[in-house]
C-alpha cells in the first residue's frame, strides 16, 4: 500500500504538470504541482471531507459528489465562488438535486482554496487544471 502511494505521489504531479503545460496554465515545477495537490488535500480533510467523504464520492440527494461530475470539471470560477459564498439553494449536478447548504469558506486563504480545488480536480478520478491563487483573489474581489 505505501508503494502504490509513493508511486501516485511521483506520477501524479508529473502528469498534472503535462496537463498544465499543454493549456497554458503552468505550474513552475512538478514539485510545485505535487506540493500544491498535497497541502489541497489537507484542506479537504479539515473542511470538505466530513460532507462530500473522504473518498469524493458525496451523500445522495445531500452532498453532491465530486468524482468526476461536470460542475468539478467545468468553469473554475464557479468552484471557487462556491467555496467563498457558499450555497442554499438546491443543485442539479448531472441531472442529480442535492440540497444540503453549504457554508461558505471565505475564512481560507486564497492559496489554500487554489490548492484544495486543485486537489479536488485531480483527484477522485478527475484531471483537469489547476486554480491559481490570482483566479481566487479575482473572484474574491468581485464578492466584495
Known amino acids: 500500500m505505501k508503494k502504490l502511494l509513493l508511486t501516485a505521489l511521483l506520477v501524479l504531479p508529473l502528469a498534472f504538470f503535462a496537463q498544465a503545460q499543454k ?19 489537507k484542506v479537504y480533510s479539515k473542511f470538505c471531507a466530513s460532507c462530500h467523504q473522504l473518498d469524493g464520492g458525496g451523500v ?12 468539478v470539471l467545468g468553469d473554475k470560477s464557479r468552484l471557487i ?36 480545488l486543485t486537489y479536488i480536480r485531480n483527484s477522485f478520478g478527475n484531471k483537469a487544471t489547476a486554480v491559481t491563487s490570482p483566479e481566487v483573489k479575482a473572484q474574491r474581489s468581485k464578492k466584495k
Open 23 to 41: 493549456t497554458n496554465k503552468a505550474i513552475s515545477s512538478p514539485a510545485a504541482a505535487r506540493d500544491q495537490i498535497l497541502e489541497g488535500k
Open 81 to 116: 465562488k462556491i467555496i467563498l459564498n457558499g450555497s442554499n439553494e438546491s443543485l442539479e449536478i448531472d441531472g442529480e438535486t442535492y440540497s444540503n447548504p453549504m457554508p461558505q469558506l471565505d475564512i481560507l486563504k486564497d492559496q489554500e482554496i487554489a490548492d484544495v
Open 60 to 71: 445522495p440527494n445531500l452532498n453532491p459528489p465530486l468524482s468526476k461530475t461536470t460542475y
